[in-house]
Nanobody, 119 residues
Framework: QIRLVESGGGSVRPGDSLRLTCVVS????????MGWFRQRPGEVREYVGG???????VYGTPFKGRFTISRDNAKNSAYLQLNNLKPEDTAVYRC?????????????WGQGTQVTVFA
């Protein structure tokens, strides 16, 4: 069974950091690009960025500098480091896996983990 399970979300204060983890089961992520997305309340989903099979990364413009994406193929996992969090970063963060390109399309999705940054 294919599963992507995110963890590491929580309720934090402005300026705090969180590290989100996406653990994959059911397939080997070595053959996949891994992406991270977020959806803020009442808004459309945003592409945070992705990490390619070779470890190269791309980020959506709003996320450059504070957010860092990485992967550990041995652990079949991807990560999203969130630094200097702001109230506007409150969202559900989801990971995805795609076999074609770092910008998508995406074959598999996780359910997401909630990040809440209290003002």
């Amino acid at each position: 069974q294919i599963r992507l399970v995110e963890s590491g979300g929580g309720s934090v204060r402005p300026g705090d950091s969180l590290r989100l983890t996406c653990v994959v089961s059911g397939f080997d992520i070595n053959g996949y690009q891994m992406g991270w997305f977020r959806q803020r309340p009442g808004e459309v989903r945003e592409y945070v960025g992705g990490v390619a099979r070779n470890g190269g990364t791309v980020y959506g413009t709003p996320f450059k500098g504070r957010f860092t994406i990485s992967r550990d193929n041995a652990k079949n996992s991807a990560y999203l480091q969130l630094n200097n969090l702001k109230p506007e970063d409150t969202a559900v963060y989801r990971c995805a896996a795609g076999s074609i390109a770092i910008e998508g399309p995406w074959d598999y999705w996780g359910q997401g983990t909630q990040v809440t940054v209290f003002a």
